[in-house]
């Protein structure tokens, strides 16, 4: 039969697996039939940027909070767990909102907390996807069976396979070793100038239901870059813009493997990359730590009827020195406790909206550059009841009156110089549910 034929015929099953809602399902449970392993490949501990997402499917960090993998997988994830035995809670997860199989199976998960002791495994962008080319080697990675038993299922696998054929999907052959249940999502990694490993594509199916039987097919990443940015506002193409355009920062890096003739072995972090242009240039040491100056040290809101009122809070950092890593804001209570948290390494001049209950609640914003330097800037704020009396510059509004969730801008100085890029995540965006089209998923 043909793949037309193959995957059509195995549509019906997987929606009927996922549920007859229209939506794909939520919950994990639901995905576990389609959990697709690299079928006689070799079990490694390299590559800990590739991790498993609840034992079901595979995804790879592009960024320490974000894991790439496919949208066939489903959205409903609670940790993705590295073969070191770390893990880290799932956020939130997006379906790409045109996600089908034959070329769209992408979506992302946002980590509540990054992985500090994985290499991220940054997307191919600009001139590196010339080195998707047929012909060439890439290498398969993913946490699924060994044979056709499910057997081995959970254990990071790893082989080489050389590229087929490049369209809407990456095809993606290797006598006697491919993938199976488990693997989706798992990245095609491709070497780039023969020095720079990068993400080439994520697993979305494959030919036949037999383990290692014929090719499999990966959604290519380098299109989806600038979605992926909008949605989590972090920086996970550090050599560039979405565009292709060439303008690496300190984390563009070659991503070497540890040894040339044997990529399954491992790899190390390489020099400043130089793969579509000139290295980064940070020859003068950076000892400048960002600057964050907050304006309004106080401000006192009041809660709706609901009891709880809204804040979105504008903020920006400068850098004088190789630019801004990453700036994160928190939230704590009067008792010290945590109440909400949000970090962007793109475009850190927004954070929430947060519905914040009546209490007292003080505001940090930490900001960190790429040469590890830190700056710290803080403010208050109160939520008072709703026909409590507000004193200072706050706002007070008669028992009786309209319940609307005032918001407060919390204004903050300065202008980004290290970053790159803004992006702004549309307000009120939430991950996507829709159930792919067609074909045989292996995840």
């Not at 959970?154 to 082989?159: D, F, L, N, Q, S």
């Amino acid at each position: 039969m043909s793949r037309a034929g193959q995957r059509a015929g195995l549509t019906a099953a997987a929606v009927a697996m996922l549920g007859c809602s229209g939506a794909a399902s939520s919950s994990a449970d639901d995905v576990v039939a389609h959990a697709a392993p690299i079928y006689n490949g070799a079990p490694t501990s390299a590559w800990s940027g590739v991790v498993a997402l609840d034992e079901v499917c595979t995804g790879v960090l592009i960024h320490p909070e974000v894991v790439l993998y496919a949208a066939h997988c489903g959205t409903g994830f609670v940790s993705a767990r590295a073969s070191s035995g770390a893990s880290r809670a799932v956020d939130a997860c997006w379906m790409h909102p045109e996600a089908a199989f034959y070329g769209t199976d992408i979506a992302i998960c946002r980590l509540a907390e990054a992985f500090d002791d994985v290499e991220v495994i940054p997307p191919v962008l600009g001139c590196e996807e010339d080195a998707i080319t047929p012909g060439a080697d890439v290498l398969m990675v993913g946490y699924g069976a060994h044979d056709d038993q499910d057997h081995g299922l959970g254990i990071k696998r790893a082989a080489p396979a050389k590229i087929e054929d490049v369209g809407a999907e990456i095809v993606v052959r290797s006598a006697g070793v491919g993938t199976c249940a488990g693997d989706s999502g798992g990245p095609a990694l491709v070497r780039v100038d023969g020095r720079a490993w990068r993400v080439a594509g994520v697993l979305s199916a494959g030919e036949t239901y037999d383990c290692g039987d014929g090719p499999s097919y990966y959604t290519p990443v380098a299109g989806f870059v600038q979605w992926i940015e909008q949605q989590t506002r972090c920086d996970v193409s550090p050599c560039g813009a979405p565009s292709g355009q060439w303008a690496p920062s300190p984390d563009c890096r070659d991503h070497d493997g540890a040894a040339a003739e044997d990529p399954v072995a491992g790899r190390v972090s390489g020099p400043f990359s130089s793969t579509c242009g000139e290295p980064f240039g940070g020859d003068v040491a950076d000892v400048w730590p960002p600057s964050v100056r907050i304006e309004a040290r106080s401000r006192t809101l009041v809660a709706s009827e609901q009891g709880t009122a809204s804040v979105e809070i504008a903020a920006r950092v400068s850098d004088t020195g190789w630019g801004v890593r990453q700036a994160e804001l928190s939230i704590v209570d009067e008792l010290g406790r945590p109440r909400a948290r949000e970090s962007h390494s793109l475009g850190a001049d927004a954070f929430g909206p947060f519905d914040l209950e009546i209490g007292s609640y003080e505001i940090r914003l930490v900001a960190r550059d790429f040469a590890e330097n830190t700056a710290e800037g803080r403010a208050s704020v109160e939520v008072v009841a709703l026909d409590a009396p507000a004193g200072g510059c706050g706002i007070s509004r008669p028992a009786g009156a309209s319940s609307g969730a005032p918001r407060w801008m919390l204004a903050a100085l300065g202008v980004i110089h290290g970053v790159r890029r803004a992006a702004r995540r549309p307000r009120g965006a939430r991950p996507a549910r829709i159930t792919p089209r067609g074909g045989h998923p292996f995840g």
